[in-house]
């Protein structure tokens, strides 16, 4: 069975721009969540969508959004970029719920804004 | 406070040791706990949960819960080379959105 599958890989962007990063779950899971992950706060959740509806969001600002597709193919975008979302944006497939929960990370993409 | 806090390390330990990694918590509320393994440049992978106090063993791992203490431990026996990675505990809370630790790295050298 494929992995999670992020891209692109690698990104640089200026400030101001608004980048899209895409996420493909594992055949099967509906649910994909989204994390930002810095070596100064570590792994954070973004948000998490179900079916194409978004079922939790984190804290972080509006720039911040996304969406799933009835493929459950997801997307996450963020506007008007900043110095600090340099990051790793990972992206999780999972199947089930709670502690029966079964979670992939994707390798994700590394953003860099200049 | 942060509600997870870990220790980033670096852990250099030998191969062949006993690595003990740790985390402590403040919200008494979590319920069960995970721990991920995070190679460089590669998502995290989950390693074990575990939902009470006590301890949980999978092969060469064991993952320790001390809910009185809100402290939890994942011990690695027989450490290797390939054991070198950085280490992330996460906590579940509300709406099952997690929250990690900032992870420990383990170097375990020949």
């Known amino acids: 069975k494929a992995g999670v599958t992020q891209t692109p890989r690698y990104l640089i962007k200026t400030r101001g721009q608004q980048v899209t990063l895409s996420c493909s779950p594992i055949?099967?899971?509906?649910?994909v969540s989204w994390y930002q992950q810095t070596p100064g706060q570590g792994l954070q959740f973004l948000f998490e969508?179900?079916?194409?509806?978004?079922?939790n969001k984190g804290n972080f600002p509006g720039r911040f959004s996304g969406r799933q597709f009835s493929n459950s193919r997801s997307e996450m975008n963020v506007s008007t970029l900043e110095l600090g979302d340099s990051a790793l944006y990972l992206c999780a497939s999972s199947f089930g719920r709670g502690n029966q929960e079964t979670q992939y990370f994707g390798p994700g993409t590394r953003l860099l804004v200049l | 406070q942060k509600e997870v806090e870990q220790d980033p390390g670096p852990l250099s330990v030998p191969e062949g040791a006993i690595v003990s990694l740790n985390c402590t918590y403040s919200?008494?509320?979590?319920?069960?706990f995970m721990w991920y393994r995070q190679y460089s440049r590669k998502g995290p992978e989950l390693l074990m949960y575990?939902?009470?106090?006590g301890n949980k063993e999978d092969g060469r791992f064991t993952a320790q819960v001390d809910k009185s203490s809100k402290y939890i431990s994942l011990f690695i026996r027989d450490s290797q080379p390939s054991d070198s990675a950085t280490y992330l505990c996460a906590m579940p809370g509300g709406s099952y959105i997690p929250t990690f630790g900032r992870g420990t790295s383990l170097i375990v050298h020949p």
């Open positions: 575990t939902y009470s106090s």
């Open positions: 919200n008494s509320a979590f319920q069960y």
């Open positions: 055949s099967g899971h509906r649910s």
């Open positions: 969508y179900f079916s194409e509806t978004q079922r």
